[in-house]
């Protein structure tokens, strides 16, 4: 069983930068492909970015493309989300994710192609 544990959310000013953690633990961590997620109140979870499990592959949604950055790192067993300009509209629950699955075989779009799922941290972008 894996167990995926968000951290970094918070309160930020519109234009400012916030990182968001994941600890993943329970299976090699290499093995897991990494995403995250996320979600507005009376909304669906909608995707923002996904990183391989070798980190060579990275995806993001188009919204976040050129702000967000996500990365993992192997010694720490844990992936990253950085958020540069942030805008109000991206405030909402995030979610890490983890799936078993390849790069090549898994929308990573699609939140039902992945296994796990943490207990989201809330980011608050303020105008």
């Known amino acids: 069983q894996v167990q995926l544990v968000e951290s970094g959310g918070g309160l930020v000013q519109a234009g400012g930068s916030l990182t968001l953690s994941c600890a993943a633990s329970?299976?090699?961590?290499?093995?897991?492909?990494m995403g995250w997620f996320h979600q507005v109140p009376g909304k669906e979870r909608e995707y923002v970015a996904a990183?391989?499990?070798?980190?060579?592959?990275?995806d993001y949604a188009d919204s976040v493309k050129g702000r967000f950055t996500v990365s993992r790192d192997f010694a720490k067993n844990r992936i990253y989300l950085q958020m540069n300009s942030l805008k109000p509209e991206d405030t909402a629950v995030y979610y890490c994710a983890a799936a078993t699955t390849n790069w090549a075989r898994i929308d990573k779009r699609h939140e039902g192609d992945y296994d796990y799922w943490g207990q989201g941290t809330q980011v608050t972008v303020s105008s």
């Open positions: 990183i391989s499990r070798n980190g060579s592959s990275t």
């Open positions: 329970g299976r090699t961590f290499g093995s897991l492909l």
